[in-house]
């Protein structure tokens, strides 16, 4: 009786991107920006940023599978390939693969820098939660673990970068089915910091505010 071959580890974020939309098999015969965008839909259930916009149009000309080679008049898929790591590289959101025990699979280079990475090979096979605030891991474990065992999910922490910068982020996260069959998350991260801090400064502007105004009050009552 012959076995199947085992599946190809993918060498790219852009293919582990693919492989998280292989269980629908109409979707295959998309564009890989089609494929692209409705991985952005699962995820963060929004379109894709406005920065990658121009690639994934350029890919929806050029179906997977039928993008002519240069020089004949054949098929070259490993042009939408090259296109797809070029949008997963340009987007400015962070995408990453996590593996259940909470080692980094592929992260691109939007993520690398959030977290003062040079290069993937500082992260890879390690534990994403040396990165996350202590405060946070906790939370961070089990929205993982239930990402692994199904879930969709969605929530805010502290990130640690590499080089000591600390950073407030947000995930939306979706689960993804690995080579070997077993589940790992696939996420869309972004850096909220600066939203964070515009929050904060609005609230402390409505509690001085709220202050002097029950100071007035107090002092026209007294």
Request: proline share 6%; glycine share 8%.
């Amino acid at each position: 009786m012959r076995t199947s071959p085992k599946p190809r580890e993918p060498k790219s974020l852009a293919e582990w991107i693919i492989r998280a939309d292989e269980a629908d098999r109409r979707a295959i015969r998309a564009s890989i920006g089609g494929r692209l965008q409705k991985v952005y839909s699962l995820v963060v259930e929004e379109p894709l940023p406005p920065k990658v916009a121009d690639l994934v149009r350029r890919l929806d000309a050029a179906p997977s599978g039928n993008t002519p080679s240069h020089g004949s008049g054949g098929t070259n898929p490993d042009t939408d390939d090259e296109l797809l790591q070029g949008i997963v590289e340009t987007t400015p959101d962070c995408i990453q693969v996590v593996a259940r025990d909470g080692s980094v699979i592929h992260m691109n280079l939007a993520g690398l820098k959030m977290i003062e990475a040079e290069s993937i090979t500082e992260v890879e096979g390690k534990s994403i939660l040396v990165l996350i605030a202590p405060e946070d891991r906790e939370v961070w474990q089990a929205s993982h673990e239930r990402v692994c065992t199904g879930a969709k999910l969605s929530w805010e922490f502290g990130l640690m970068g590499l080089r000591g910068t600390r950073r407030h982020m947000e995930t939306h996260a979706a689960p993804i089915e690995m080579p070997d069959g077993t589940i790992a998350q696939l996420a869309i991260t972004r850096d909220i910091t600066e939203r964070k801090q515009a929050e904060t400064r609005q609230k402390a502007l409505l509690d001085e505010l709220h202050h002097r105004v029950k100071n007035n009050m107090q002092a026209l009552g007294g």
